[in-house]
T-cell receptor, first 114, second 109 residues
Framework: ETGVTQTPRHLVMGMTNKKSLKCEQH?????MYWYKQSAKKPLELMFV???????ENNSVPSRFSPECPNSSHLFLHLHTLQPEDSALYLC?????????????FGPGTRLTVL | SQQGEEDPQALSIQEGENATMNCSYK?????LQWYRQNSGRGLVHLIL?????REKHSGRLRVTLDTSKKSSSLLITASRAADTASYFC?????????FGTGTRLKVLA
């Protein structure tokens, strides 16, 4: 899992807090993704970045704000979250956003919103 | 959007037995991937099969694809306790992949 790292691994926050999740990939990839994984639900694609440009925003509430300053780093800024936002947030990268590209996942950030 | 749906949702077998998981999807695809996820961790890519392929092997893994039935299966032979994990299929939709809910496999020692 050293290819894609995520920090923090665990995060507990109140509904009025502001926090950020960080993802870094060391694979030289050009595409990065944020996914949300909730219990008994399919993995939900949230955002896709290709060469630092957002190419997908899957109807995600504005309380989630992504940032991709360069092709190696991806952030997810969180503010005024709801308890139902508690989930495992996974970052992934791939050589390109197109098909036939294997995705490499980070270990995830376990988020709990109180 | 299309979605891969895995079946069964959960599977419990003895070490040494084979495990078979199935994935069904709704629309035509270019390829399908299988991933494994250990509890609370990230997903790990296992195998990719293209739409013009019918079967693919990787070590103890065997994947089949039947595009006429819009289904794929993942067979793990001679299972080990370390194979205990959730397994997901992912189907391509343009430049992204759609994941299913997964099959939770438990291999008992």
């Amino acid at each position: 899992e050293t290819g894609v790292t995520q920090t923090p691994r665990h995060l507990v926050m109140g509904m009025t807090n502001k926090k950020s999740l960080k993802c870094e990939q060391h694979l030289g990839h050009n595409a990065m993704y944020w996914y949300k994984q909730s219990a008994k639900k399919p993995l939900e694609l949230m955002f896709v970045y290709s060469l630092e440009e957002r190419v997908e925003n899957n109807s995600v509430p504005s309380r989630f704000s992504p940032e991709c300053p360069n092709s190696s780093h991806l952030f997810l800024h969180l503010h005024t979250l709801q308890p139902e936002d508690s989930a495992l947030y996974l970052c992934a990268s791939s050589q390109a956003p197109g098909t036939y590209n294997e995705q490499f996942f980070g270990p995830g950030t376990r988020l709990t919103v109180l | 959007s299309q979605q891969g749906e895995e079946d069964p949702q959960a599977l419990s077998i003895q070490e040494g037995e084979n495990a078979t998981m199935n994935c069904s999807y709704k629309t035509s695809i270019n390829n399908l991937q299988w991933y494994r996820q250990n509890s609370g961790r990230g997903l790990v890519h296992l195998i990719l099969i293209r739409s013009n392929e019918r079967e693919k092997h990787s070590g103890r893994l065997r994947v089949t694809l039947d595009t006429s039935k819009k289904s794929s299966s993942l067979l793990i032979t001679a299972s080990r306790a370390a194979d205990t994990a959730s397994y997901f299929c992912a189907t391509d939709e343009g430049y992204k992949y759609i994941f299913g809910t997964g099959t939770r496999l438990k291999v008992l020692a």
